[in-house]
């Protein structure tokens, strides 16, 4: 039930373990160590170098076998076999599980000393690379270097047969968001009587995204020429640090109002962004590490929990704003007699919070479902699905949140007065 839990975390999560890494391995016990999920093509080389291997044991007369340790690849999708396999079969060893291709198994055990073997890949497909220990009361301990690749063109290639577009993808959309941000520039620079704070900050969050998107492009390029990213992972995190904090502020603040239809935030409201904050910045550390550590290390499952369950209460949260945004404006309709104008605002808002709930929806649960079914080679395109789902999000909200006043002086007549409370009374789409 754990492997499967952490096989289902795993998929679910928009990460990629697939660049050269160095992981420590300190006093572990468990049978089967996940090290990363890679999608070669035919041809594809997984190496895998360990130093200062050692072990203990709690059992003073046990026996260490050395050929009961190694490493292995899995298919993706025989991992769950795997499982089943090593809970309905007696003494089982997982390396010699007619699921597994074996990399090497350490035939003789010398501490603090060396090994290194490589496997070619002539299945292509997605595998898992993990370290099989059939002698749990063993806990070891070891230095371990993973390097997984594909041959392009006579040169290796770092990242999964699945990405291999998104250097080229995340390029795109930073041309797009860049050019996003000149429109919407030029459009404040025109409507400059009109603009609210709250148009700044929207600037603010597409400059954001767009620094995200060429962080991630460079990333992944460096990547995929040399194995490491040389420094643009942290300038993605850091970028991406900031587009997670405003993009919840502004859905946040847009959802009350403020600078809309007032120029504060009410107690509740306060407290809803001072909560959410917190929590991206949270949320952005348990990305890092998750991203950073990869699921051999034993607290790797713990981050994932806290990541999905932090990514739920911020997405809940930014809902309520825009409700009581939407209850208030239904009740001012009943008493200050601008019911036409309300009419309008109530419109928008409740648009507001249909495309704010579907954009969540589509990237938190259609997209990794989407990633769960598509083959592995296309996996660049639930990155482009999620990119894509977020453009067009970005694109209505700032569309329907411009600079431009909705006829602030015009003069409502009584019949359309009376048609707006009509629509008021009769159309329970406005109740939430």
């Known amino acids: 039930m754990l492997y499967e839990l952490l096989f289902f975390i795993i998929s679910v999560i928009p990460v990629s373990f697939s660049e050269i890494k160095h992981t420590h391995i300190v006093d572990d016990s468990r049978s089967m160590i996940i090290f990363e999920r890679f999608g070669f093509a035919e041809g594809g080389i997984a190496a895998i170098t360990i130093r200062d291997i050692s072990w203990k044991t709690k059992q003073p ?25 090593s809970e ?16 090497y198994t350490l035939e003789k055990f010398l501490p603090n000393s060396t090994y290194a073997g490589s496997l070619a890949i002539d299945n292509p497909d997605e595998y898992i690379l993990l370290f099989g220990n059939c002698q749990p009361e063993f806990q070891i301990s070891m230095e371990v270097k993973t390097e997984m690749y594909n041959m392009k063109d006579g040169a290796k290639d770092y990242l999964p ?51 995200k998107m060429i ?44 600078s809309f239809m007032k120029p504060y935030l009410q107690e509740r409201e306060n407290n809803v962004l001072i ?102 080679r296309y996996e660049w395109f639930m990155n482009a699905a999620a990119e894509g789902a977020s453009l067009a999000f970005y694109m209505v909200i700032y569309y329907n949140f411009r600079p431009i006043e909705k006829n602030p002086y015009l003069v409502i007549g ?12 009769e159309d329970d789409s406005f109740q939430l």
């Open 215 to 258: 962080c991630a492009s460079e990333d992944k390029m460096y990547v995929s020429n040399t194995g490491t990213p040389h420094g643009w992972d942290v300038a993605f995190y850091i970028f991406g640090f900031f587009k997670g904090i405003m993009l919840f502020t502004v859905i946040i603040l847009i959802g009350t109002g403020w």
């Open 88 to 103: 309905y079969t007696a003494d089982f060893c997982v390396l010699s599980s007619r699921y597994v291709k074996l990399v």
């Open 275 to 376: 909560t959410v904050i917190p929590l991206q910045v949270l949320e952005n550390i348990a990305y890092v590490v998750i991203n950073e550590t990869g699921p051999a290390t034993t607290d790797w499952m713990a981050w994932n929990h806290m990541f999905l369950l932090i990514d739920i209460i911020c997405c809940c949260a930014v809902i309520f704003p825009i409700i009581w945004s939407i209850r208030s404006l239904k009740e001012a309709s009943k008493t200050d007699g601008k019911v036409a104008r309300n009419l309008e605002k109530l419109t928008l808002f409740k648009q507001f919070y249909i495309v704010v709930v579907g954009y969540l929806y589509f990237t938190r649960i259609v997209v990794p479902g989407i990633g769960a079914f598509v083959y592995y």
């Open 61 to 85: 007369n046990a026996e260490l076998n050395p050929s009961s340790l190694g490493f292995f690849l899995a298919v993706d999708v025989a991992f769950p076999k795997i499982v089943n396999e």
């Open 161 to 211: 047969a699945g990405q291999t577009h998104l250097p080229k993808l995340y390029l795109i959309f930073f041309i797009m968001y860049t050019c996003f941000l000149g429109l919407w520039v030029c459009i404040c620079i025109k409507e400059r009587q009109k603009v609210n704070k709250i148009h700044i900050i929207m600037a603010a969050l597409l400059l954001a995204k767009a620094l």
């Open 414 to 425: 009584d019949e359309e007065e009376s048609e707006a409370r009509q629509i008021l009374e």
